[in-house]
């Protein structure tokens, strides 16, 4: 069982940034994918990013050249860096980690944008 701890969330006004950073504890986090996801109150979960354990990237549309995500194998962390937040960025942000069959979650870290 991989367990995934967030951190880095919270309040912050549009325009601003914040970093979230996700601590896995497993021995395979580096030919894993990581990602990030979201979700906003009464909607589904959504996809944010991914990175590959080539580091090869993905995101969704509507974060493109605002967010960035990155990882470190050495420590096995994940991050999220989220530029030029807007108010429709606001949810509980989970960070994923997928090999093979394990499709792992964390408890999510709250992030909440003002207008």
């Known amino acids: 069982q991989v367990q995934l701890v967030e951190s880095g969330g919270g309040l912050v006004q549009a325009g601003g940034s914040l970093r979230l950073a996700c601590a896995a504890s497993?021995?395979?986090?580096?030919?894993?994918?990581m990602g990030w996801y979201r979700q906003a109150p009464g909607k589904e979960r959504e996809f944010v990013a991914t990175?590959?354990?080539?580091?090869?990237?993905n995101y969704a549309d509507s974060v493109k050249g605002r967010f960035t995500i990155s990882r470190d194998n050495a420590n096995k962390m994940v991050y999220l860096q989220m530029n030029s937040l807007k108010p429709e960025d606001t949810g509980v942000y989970y960070c994923?980690?997928?090999?093979?069959?394990?499709?792992?979650w964390g408890r999510g870290t709250q992030v909440t944008v003002s207008s």
């Open positions: 497993t021995n395979i986090f580096s030919i894993s994918t």
């Open positions: 990175i590959t354990s080539r580091s090869i990237t």
């Open positions: 994923n980690f997928r090999m093979d069959w394990r499709n792992c």
